[in-house]
DNA sequence: GTCTATAAGTCGATAGAC
DNA sequence: GTCTATCGACTTATAGAC
């Protein structure tokens, strides 16, 4: 709605973000938001009213970002390979700059308050999602071509696609409290995360559908 | 420690899993805990001191299912195929009798506080979680049987193979909020993908290493 | 063991001085 | 616009009667 004019208030949005990211909406609390931004805990209701209402802004803002990431990425490259090489590096690339973005979305809609079902209902109305035609374009037109297998759910494959390259973010706590020696090299699991998930999911359609 | 005795001590119990499962330490409420057993909110105090004792329970139990889901899913049957295939039908067979596991775990984790902390460090000690070394043994024959790719990624296939069964189980929230009619039909895509996982992970590995 | 009543603490929100 | 002080709602926890 309105402007961010003051910098004050760009500075507490941009802290409230963090926090949010980190905690969740039951977890984050004004004072701790207060603290790190570097003000008074009453500057936060000047700007923003309430905590709900903070809660509100951002939220939809988040949310609208992780959504954008996934529909973005798939972009028609001219064949299935291309297309799915893309996606792959593109949401993967996104997602790390705000790593703690797919946990957040999933937590704040497992837990369902009424901020989030305004903010969904009204997204679906206006801004309807986009799905995902150009992969499902491609694979219809692999398949005629016999270059993957005509049984291929296309439904189950977009799972196992999108699920590959999120799942490292959401399973990222976990793995680092059992396996913190794989995480410290976050940065190459990534990368080579990438290549990995190209080529199962790749070959995995090609392969001829032999066994039950 | 203490046998659980009194049938209403178990009561709660169960109903405290459940709310807990739900909506996570910050978001559970000793009075909605109260209510749902049909009990007076002085018996939770009565029989496990305080909330902290009570999650602290909870969460050792249901971390430990967790992790045991995984671990125990791994079997070695005879060849390649076939233990995936077990894996694969074992650990979604588990974790649809309690769905709402894995976001339990990974939002309580991502949270940290200390008893998470306290609860892991103590479960590395004396319980050495299981590697999946089953699957490792099964991947090294099969490559030098020239049956998959010499150069897969044994930990980066490992992490698709676990990602895309638990996937389903945390992107449920968020999928359910955008196409709710996938998950109507929750039990079926659930079939479903036992075989959609099975058939793109073992042909993607059986695939040639051609292309980057 | 079970309940009511209430203490004690936390957190969001606001009043009011500057 | 900014700060201090405080209110009031909510939540955990306990005291004390039965």
Redesign the pocket.
């Given at each position: 709605m309105a402007e961010l004019?003051?910098s004050?208030?760009k500075q507490i949005l941009s802290v409230a973000i963090q926090v949010f990211l980190e905690r969740g909406f039951h977890g984050?609390?004004?004072?701790?938001?207060a603290d790190r931004a570097g003000?008074?805990?009453?500057?936060?209701?000047?700007?923003?009213?309430?905590?709900?209402?903070?809660y509100a802004m951002i939220f939809e803002k988040l949310f609208m970002e992780f959504m954008n990431s996934i529909a973005d990425s798939f972009e028609a490259e001219g064949d299935l390979a291309l297309t799915l090489k893309h996606f792959i590096n593109s949401i993967i690339d996104r997602l790390r700059q705000t790593p703690d973005l797919p946990l957040f979305v999933a937590r704040e809609l497992s837990w369902g308050g009424p901020v989030v079902y305004k903010t969904i209902r009204r997204m679906l109305q206006k801004n309807r999602f986009k799905t995902p035609q150009i992969i499902l374009d491609e694979i219809e037109n692999a398949k005629q071509r016999g270059e993957i297998d005509s049984s291929l759910d296309p439904v189950q494959f977009i799972f196992t696609l999108v699920g590959s390259c999120i799942y490292p973010f959401l399973a990222r706590p976990i793995v680092e409290s059992i396996f913190p020696e794989l995480i410290e090299n976050w940065e190459t699991l990534l990368e080579q995360r990438k290549e990995a998930v190209f080529r199962v999911l790749y070959y995995g359609i090609k392969g001829e559908g032999t066994n039950a």
């Open positions: 004019s003051t004050k208030e984050a609390k004004m004072q701790e938001i003000v008074n805990k009453a500057m936060l209701h000047y700007y923003f009213r309430s905590k709900d209402r903070l």
